[in-house]
Structures are given as C-alpha cells and as structure tokens.
C-alpha cells in the first residue's frame, strides 16, 4: 500500500461513503475533503467534517498506518495542531494529541472498493513497458488523446523552466542561451555535455567578431580540444594556427578532447561533423533565434538550419582520415525537424510567455502540430500498442507520458491510468 494511493481514494472519495465511523465508533460525514498540500504540514488543507452532531473546518492528515503519526513526530509538530481527522488505511495504534486527546481517525482498510485496489496493485506491480501495457487498448481514444493535448502544454512548460534558468544565468540574453541549448542538442544525448562546455567556453559576442568560416571552426575545434595533435593534414595545421592566435587573444581555455564519444554513433553525427554544420549556421545566421523569431513560417526555419559542413568534410570523417566515399555532409531534413521541435518551438514558447506574446505561442504549437510525428524507440513501442501518432504533438507527448508518467509509475495523476483503475 502507498499512501500516495491513499491521497487519491481521499480526494476523490473512492471508498463507500454511506455510514462512516470513525475507529472510535461516532458517525462521520465528509463535507469538503480540502486542498491538497504539496508542501511541509498536513495532507489536505481546510478539509470539513461532521462528527455526529459537530461540524469542524481544518486539516486532514494521511498515513498507511496510525502509527505513521507518532513515526513522523507530527505530536511535536504545532503544523499538526489543526489536523480535524486522521485517515489511514490500517489502524494498528491509538494517536493522541498534545492535549491527551484521541485524534479523530479513520480507517479505510475495509471500504475501499476492492476492484479498485485489484486495478491498482496490478500496475504498481506490472513489468510491462509502460504499467498499463495490457489494458491500453481498452481505453477510448478520446480519453487517451485529451491527455496527450494537455502534456504537450506540460512538456513545454517543463523545458520552459529548465530555459528560464540559463537565461537567468546568461542575465537574459536570449542570443547567448539559444546558442547554448542549440550546441547542447546538436551533440546527441552521447555528446550533449562537451558541446554544451564548447558553447560556454565560447561566447557567441566572441564568435560574431568573425566573418570567415575558416576563423568560426577553428574557434569551435580548438575550443572543443582538436586541434592539440601534431597531424600530417594541411586544413587541420591551418586551424591549429590559426586557433592558438585567438586563444591567446580571447584568453580561452579548451575543454580535454576525451570527453568526446564515438561509440555507436553514426559517422554522420561525428562531433566533428557536426562542429562545422554549427559553424557554417553561425556564419550564415550569427543571430539565429532573431531570425527564428522573426520568421514567418516554419519553411523559413527550415531554410535558416539547412546548411552543409566544409568541403573539407566532403571526404573526411575525423580529421586527417581521408574517406573513401565522398559526399557532402548536409544537415538532413529529419534533423531539421527535430530542431524546430526540441530546441526552437520550446524557446518560442517560453519567449512568448516571458513577453505575453500569444501570437508567437500559437505558432508554436501550430509547428508542432504541422510537423510530422517523431521516429525513435519510444514512439515505435507506442505504435506497437496501437498508440499511433500523426504529429509531432503527439509524439512529443508520447515521450512525455512515457518519461514522466509510466516509467515513474504515476498511474494516480494520468488520465489513462484513471480510465483503467476505475475500470470495473
């Protein structure tokens, strides 16, 4: 038994209500179950009872067992003072108040309905991909796709607060954080960390001094600690060069070149490869998220990303290894798109919050919603469920439903969790 569990019977009155009795045997009438509290003190604010012929207004406390109370030291606490009614799912010990008084209490172990507890151990307990892997299908469409709208808003929410952070730490200059959060996704989950070192290392004021891209990578390379080996290669020597001048100009430091990942990873997305196409976009657009703003179609976004790594990548995958198979390493449209999802439309839409601006927040979700959906793992396994998606609105809640709901087995705050434990 969880008492999270037993918060939600609360709220929701999910248990027989005709005829209650506290332990001590007087009858009880639920009023008002109260606020819930998320912080320090009682369960439930402002809660109202009616003890046999009494009405009291306060606070209700919630515990697995009675004894919980006296285990959290809650006769010490003056926060507890207040509590009107002690609810828990097992009477195991009398609760006394400061004043010596019983604390009103009770119990729920035997009128809680038992199909609802049934649905409930079955997905706390379920091995399945997400809890619910085996009943999903027996949810309506509807309930499931009113969900998923109101976690697209919740995603963007929640990534808008990891936003406003660095924001905050880069005293609101929305250039320098856009960079920042672009170097970060352009690294994969694999690199997210050394391109995000780069980007901080490498102030944006001090990339847009320079006007050439051959001046813009040898900042990225040397910055990001590829340029320290002595190679036999005419471009990388030219980059060296040219990076020990501006290091000693800008007073930068690198971070160390062991940090990079290769395993696994595409040669597509070689942090190499990946460095020039950030150069040549920081060289083609230096103030990329004015530009973002500014725009006034998502086909205007997707042009401003579609830039190429240098021709010397053309044949090249790490520096100094020529490769037998020459192409130009173009930022695909499958990468674009995953731009505009994971990077532009969350800054647009805490941009337009910051500054009230609803017009710039609709076109937000009006790119997620023209968007084509996600292709990933995550988004295959909702599809083997039947859960099909036909927007990146979709997928993006997907992902959210799956990372912050199922996988943390938060059945009780999800909609379609709900739908199955009152499923009788």
């Known amino acids: 038994m969880k008492e999270d569990f037993l918060h939600y019977l609360w709220k929701y009155k999910l248990y027989n209500t005709s005829q209650l009795k506290t332990i001590e045997g007087q009858n009880l009438e639920v009023l008002n179950v109260g606020i819930v509290n998320s912080d320090a003190g009682p369960d439930f604010f402002n809660g109202k009872i009616k003890i046999e012929d009494t009405i009291w207004a306060g606070n209700i406390e919630i515990h697995v067992k009675s004894s919980d109370w006296l285990k959290h030291q809650h006769q010490t606490d003056k926060a507890y003072d207040n509590v009107i009614l002690h609810v828990v799912y097992e009477d195991d010990k009398p609760v006394i108040d400061k004043n010596g008084s019983s604390v009103p209490t009770l119990e729920l172990k035997n009128i ?15 091995k399945d991909w997400i809890p619910c892997g085996n009943q999903i299908k027996d949810v309506n469409r509807f309930t499931i796709n009113s969900f998923l709208d109101r976690l697209a808003i919740e995603r963007l929410e929640r990534k808008s607060g990891e936003i406003l952070q660095t924001l905050s730490l880069n005293k609101n200059d929305w250039e320098e954080t856009f960079y920042q959060y672009l170097f970060k996704y352009f690294g994969l989950n694999v690199n997210a960390v050394p391109f995000q070192l780069v980007a901080k290392n490498t102030p944006l004021k001090i990339i847009d001094k320079h006007h050439s891209i051959e001046s813009i990578e040898a900042l990225l390379y040397g910055q990001a600690g590829m340029l320290e080996e002595d190679l036999k290669d005419v471009y990388h020597e030219r980059l060296k060069n040219e990076y020990q001048f501006l290091r000693a100009k800008f007073k930068l430091k690198g971070i160390d070149s062991g940090l990079w990942k290769l395993l696994r990873l595409r040669p597509s997305n070689f942090p190499t490869i990946r460095i020039s196409q950030l150069a040549n976009l920081l060289l083609k657009k230096p103030r990329t998220f004015s530009n973002i703003i500014a725009a006034k179609s998502i086909k205007e976004i997707q042009e401003l990303f579609k830039v190429s790594a240098s021709q010397y990548w053309d044949n090249h995958y790490q520096f100094g290894k020529v490769s037998d198979i020459k192409k130009q390493k173009k930022i695909g449209e499958a990468t674009v798109n995953n731009i505009i999802i994971n990077v532009v439309v969350p800054f647009i839409f805490v941009y337009s919050q910051h500054n009230g601006i609803d017009e710039l927040k609709q076109k937000a979700f009006s790119y997620l919603e023209i968007l084509p959906a996600e292709k990933n793992t ?18 993006q809640s997907l992902l959210e439903l799956r990372n912050n709901y199922c996988f943390q087995k938060k059945c009780l705050n999800c909609s379609v969790g709900n739908n199955i434990l009152r499923n009788d």
């Open 112 to 126: 809680i309905n038992t199909t609802l507890l049934e649905n409930y151990t079955n997905l706390l307990n379920s």
């Open 378 to 395: 995550i988004i295959k396994k909702w599809k083997e469920l039947s859960v099909v998606s036909t927007s990146a609105m979709q997928t």
